[in-house]
């Protein structure tokens, strides 16, 4: 989200179409959410645990990282999902408040 956010700022400050920046935005951030499952994926397709908790997957946003916070590690990484699927819905919501709307 960080990466496409001055561009948006850009965009809506700026009175531009925000549609094809909030697009992009969408699309990294959700290719990096596909990102981040490969090791759950791994693990659900029966590669052993010790391959899938390697330092190696920390590549996969931090993945084992996150979980070596004990019992609650997965709880961390699914407030954060909230929190971004909440603030990107916001906006969304936002940007088509934004638009101009035709009369009755």
């Not at 992009?24 to 499952?37: F, H, K, P, T």
């Amino acid at each position: 989200m960080a990466v496409q956010a001055p561009r948006l700022k850009q965009a809506w400050t700026q009175g531009k179409d925000v549609a094809p920046t909030v697009l992009r935005w969408l699309a990294v951030s959700w290719s990096l959410g596909v990102w981040a499952i490969v090791p759950s994926l791994l693990r659900y397709a029966g590669v052993p645990e010790g391959f899938c908790n390697g330092r190696w997957m920390n590549l996969f946003l931090l993945h084992p990282l996150i979980n070596q916070f004990g019992p609650h590690g997965t709880i961390i990484g699914a407030v954060v999902f909230v929190i971004g699927f909440t603030f990107q819905y916001a906006l969304i919501l936002a940007a088509i408040a934004r638009l101009p709307h035709k009369g009755a």
